[in-house]
Nanobody, 123 residues
Framework: VQLQASGGGLVQAGGSLRLSCAVSGRTVGRYGMGWFRQAPGKEREFVATITWSGGSTIYADSVKGRFTISRDNTKNTLYLQMNSLKPEDTAVYFC?????????????????WGQGTQVTVSS
């Protein structure tokens, strides 16, 4: 399984971005997936996760109400819609997939990782 994240960029505080994660090699529909982020000098942290069906999601408290995770299994693509962005959202964002239909907020439970896409929010 190969993951390719895209959609990052520079945006002003209060703005929006949509990240995409294209999955190749195997169908995205059989994997729970998630987004994580890592800011300079900090550990990788959980952002959001979704089940293989897309029917259930979990969000970190810091992004709840502002970010939305979704997936389109027909397109083998995972998304992260980010609204009301804040400077503290600045980080490299990684998508990940795990060999389970269920979601997980724990990065150690993921088997495949994308290369990351930079999101920078200016104040």
């Amino acid at each position: 399984v190969q993951l390719q994240a895209s959609g990052g960029g520079l945006v002003q505080a209060g703005g929006s971005l949509r990240l995409s994660c294209a999955v190749s090699g195997r169908t995205v529909g059989r994997y729970g997936m998630g987004w994580f982020r890592q800011a300079p000098g900090k550990e990788r942290e959980f952002v959001a996760t979704i089940t293989w069906s897309g029917g259930s999601t979990i969000y970190a408290d810091s992004v709840k109400g502002r970010f939305t995770i979704s997936r389109d299994n027909t397109k083998n693509t995972l998304y992260l819609q980010m609204n009301s962005l804040k400077p503290e959202d600045t980080a490299v964002y990684f998508c990940a997939a795990r060999n389970s239909a269920y979601y997980s907020p724990h990065h150690g439970q993921y088997n495949y990782w994308g290369q990351g896409t930079q999101v920078t929010v200016s104040s």
